[in-house]
């Protein structure tokens, strides 16, 4: 058996290799594959790694550089995507071989932090764990609105109003191509995650591939505006059958109007654009909004500002990342954090790491 990297002719057929792997809302992981290559600025061919036997691919990673903000830091770190074995070819160690590999690449190229997301059976969490892996445990929200509540507490459309705490929020939906709002929410994302860590640092060739890379097939992006001008932002996509947001943000005075947006959400619409055209057997609108899930978050004031318009949160286990330090040294060195006697790079990101001082969207997932 061989690892190599990929050539160029090798990209269809694993594409095809990885249509077996089937993701949420009739995805599989050949199409994000697709996509990658298509729309991702960091994707390359001596950045993928396949197993090869006679001819034929068995396992593949791949690897797409990002830059992580940890303790307002930037930390050159390696997404580690689409890793899966070909089902005939498990239990021989190859996908442990690959992730060496990789991880040895990523170390060469100045890569510091390596981050992946659990897979099915076998790549799970306790996979990684055996192998000196972090598995982050954060917490994800459930968010309900009060059965007594009533409709006027969230705005229904765009155009509409609704009554902040001194000035109407208007809420609205943004494309691709709304390049001036987008510029807003850019503002808007790096105010946000400059005190989080997790978040990933975007230029704007990543802007243009995070909002082609959307983690399902739609997804509704809405801002809302107080005197005309975007205070906050909010994506939402249906991930595993359900309503997710996969990425927010406010400024410092947007709590109330992002609490708005948030509970917006959770409104049933007579034309609903995440499951329009979707599989037969589809929840109905009012079903698929009844509740919705928040990625791990710290935001107090968002929190108490869904509170006031009557939104019950119920916390939940998130436990879909895994790290690896690829240069403890070196990512303990940028940090400014003195290394405990004998920590090994599981136990120093256990440290820095806490479940409750992370924050990672959905959308830049690999």
Known sequence: MEIRTLKAQETVTLAGMLDGWRLAEGWTAGDRFRKQVEFDPTWLVENVFVA??????????????????????????????NLYTDPASRGRGIATELLERACDTMRSRGLELAMIFPGPPPATPEFFDKRGWHCWGGQQTILRRDRDASESAATRRKGSTASGDSEAIELAPIHCEDERELQSVKSIHAAYGASRSGTVVRDDATWRSCLQLTPAPREEFWVARRGGLIVAYARASIIEDVLTITELGRFQDGASALAILVASL?????DDALIKGAAVGRLESEQLRSFLVLPTFDDIGLTVALEHREIRSHPMDDAR??????????????LDVDLLRDEDGRAFLSRILPPDAMVFWPVDRF
């Open 52 to 81: 090869v036997e006679q001819g034929q691919i068995l396992s593949a990673v791949s690897i797409l550089p990002r830059h992580l903000k940890i303790l307002r830091h930037s930390i050159p770190t390696g997404g580690l995507s």
């Open 266 to 270: 959770l409104v049933p619409r007579d």
């Open 321 to 334: 990342a895994s790290f690896r330090c690829v240069n403890l040294i070196g990512i303990a060195s940028r």
